[in-house]
């Protein structure tokens, strides 16, 4: 069974960083793309991070850039992503998603809020 397990979210001031990490079980984690999503309220969900199978290739979106990094253990099934300079519109439950051909798994979520 799959499990993704997110923790490491919270509330934190602008500019500050947090480290969120997503553990991983019941599934061969090295072979599968891992990816960062968030969702603010009322809006759609949105693609953050990506990064490949053997962690070669990080991908961010463009309204993160430079401020988040991902990154992979794969002897340890974690996913981690480093968020620094956090603004208030960073507020968002930030969910891990492991895909690899048609599978798609969910973890349940971790909740960042941004505010002085």
């Known amino acids: 069974q799959v499990q993704l397990v997110e923790s490491g979210g919270g509330l934190v001031q602008p500019g500050g960083s947090l480290r969120l990490s997503c553990a991983a079980s019941g599934f061969t984690f090295s072979v599968y793309v891992m990816s960062w999503y968030r969702q603010a309220p009322g809006k759609q969900r949105e693609l953050v991070a990506r990064?490949?199978?053997?962690?070669?290739?990080?991908n961010m979106a463009d309204s993160v850039k430079g401020r988040f990094t991902i990154s992979r253990d794969n002897d340890q099934n974690t996913v981690y992503r480093q968020m620094t300079s956090l603004k208030p519109e960073d507020t968002a439950v930030y969910y891990c998603?492991?895909?690899?051909?048609?599978?798609?798994?969910w973890g349940q979520g971790t909740q960042v809020t941004v505010s002085s």
């Open positions: 998603n492991a895909a690899r051909l048609i599978r798609s798994d």
């Open positions: 990064i490949s199978d053997n962690g070669a290739t990080p």
